[in-house]
């Protein structure tokens, strides 16, 4: 998938598949018929970093596993460009080894999980 960039930044203790990650971002690309070029960051983060994001931007003080942050949203910051720029997924990676456990699944796979579920709200589709 050239036509998708996908910026990852992971803090250095946490060990997580670059490879799925890019992987779930494309499928969710893909999924949803998005054929123009477009680039995405994915923050691996701890709970201190999540919880103060948290409580920035939510009011909630406490952590939590997904935070999604897309472009489109307030002020529009569309710099001249033929890149679409969706926005930032933020996951805290003690979370997702907490949910991983609890859910008896590989942390790789709630990781590609969370992805998916912060690429489907950057793209605007929600749950309620």
Same mark, same amino acid.
């Given at each position: 998938? +050239? !036509?998708?960039?996908?910026?990852?930044?992971?803090? &250095?203790?946490?060990? *997580?598949?670059?490879? =799925?990650? /890019?992987?779930?971002?494309?499928?969710?690309?893909? +999924? !949803?018929?998005?054929?123009?070029?477009?680039?995405? &960051?994915?923050?691996? *983060?701890?709970?201190? =970093?999540? /919880?103060?994001?948290?409580?920035?931007?939510?009011?909630?003080?406490?952590?939590?596993?997904?935070?999604?942050?897309?472009?489109?949203?307030?002020?529009?910051?569309?710099?001249?460009?033929?890149?679409?720029?969706?926005?930032?997924?933020?996951?805290?990676?003690?979370?997702?080894?907490?949910?991983?456990?609890?859910?008896?699944?590989?942390?790789?796979?709630?990781?590609?999980?969370?992805?998916?579920?912060?690429?489907?709200?950057?793209?605007?589709?929600?749950?309620?």
């Amino acid at each position: 998938m +050239e !036509n998708i960039n996908v910026l990852i930044y992971v803090e &250095s203790r946490y060990k *997580v598949s670059r490879k =799925k990650i /890019k992987s779930a971002i494309y499928q969710v690309c893909e +999924e !949803n018929g998005i054929k123009s070029k477009v680039e995405v &960051s994915v923050a691996i *983060v701890g709970d201190r =970093k999540m /919880k103060k994001l948290n409580k920035q931007y939510r009011d909630k003080d406490q952590t939590t596993n997904v935070l999604s942050f897309p472009l489109a949203e307030g002020k529009s910051s569309q710099l001249p460009s033929e890149i679409t720029r969706l926005g930032d997924i933020v996951i805290s990676y003690p979370e997702v080894i907490r949910e991983a456990a609890k859910e008896e699944v590989l942390v790789d796979e709630r990781v590609e999980e969370l992805v998916r579920h912060g690429m489907l709200h950057l793209l605007g589709l929600h749950h309620e």
